[in-house]
């Protein structure tokens, strides 16, 4: 991985990682790992699963047999993904990252357990929302609506091109609302927990 730094991370910005022609693995293992990296979620969370978005067969038949410089590019979701016949593989987010949310399992049980609006992806996208909201306003100690819109929305966008009414109304307000260690005063919300 030349041009990368320790975390994998290339000069472009995007994650680079690489599939050793001696893997026992299957290179699509291996694009789905760096994808899901990528965006921060387990390789079996990906909707809609790679084989929707792309065709696999020409993606292992690159990396088994191209040549080393071929390349194919193609986005999944919210990330372009360029993979080589030398087995390099780089994905750029076009979204912002934040550091993995930190919350209790048995917050993230409730909010998984939790009816979120909307179907598949957009739920799984509202859930880490709330995830994310909970673990801002964890790091906090409290915050006011504006402040979850300014340094949550813009990672954690749940689907929602604007924050008001649906992202904030329907999803955050309520998921927070639910978790136990989250009080709501007039103007402000407080994390009570610990």
């Known amino acids: 991985m030349s041009r990368d730094d320790s975390r994998g ?15 026992d693995t ?11 990296a990528a965006r921060d979620e387990a390789p079996t969370d990906l909707v809609p699963p790679l084989e929707s978005v792309v065709d696999t067969d020409s993606i292992r038949s690159l990396i088994e ?22 087995g ?24 998984e357990d939790r009816y979120v609006p909307g179907t598949g992806a957009e739920q799984a996208e509202r859930r880490r929302a709330i995830l994310a909201a909970y673990s801002y306003l964890r790091g906090q100690g409290s915050a006011r609506r504006s402040d979850f819109i300014r340094e949550v929305y813009p990672c954690y966008p749940g689907e929602y091109s604007i924050p008001d009414g649906g992202w904030w109304e329907t ?24």
Request: charged fraction near 30%; include cysteine; glycine fraction near 8%.
């Open 9 to 23: 991370r290339s000069e472009n910005g995007g994650r680079e990682t690489h599939h050793p022609p001696t893997a």
């Open 26 to 36: 299957s290179p699509i293992v291996s694009v789905a790992s760096a994808i899901a």
């Open 65 to 86: 047999e191209g040549e080393d410089d071929e390349v194919r590019s193609f986005r999944y979701r919210d990330c372009s993904v360029e993979v080589y016949g030398s």
């Open 88 to 111: 390099r593989i780089v994905v750029d987010a076009d979204r912002p990252r934040l550091p993995r949310c930190d919350v209790p399992d048995r917050i993230r049980q409730l909010v």
């Open 171 to 194: 999803v955050v307000k309520p998921g927070l609302g639910a978790c136990p260690d989250v009080a709501k005063g007039n103007a402000m919300w407080y994390y009570v927990g610990d």
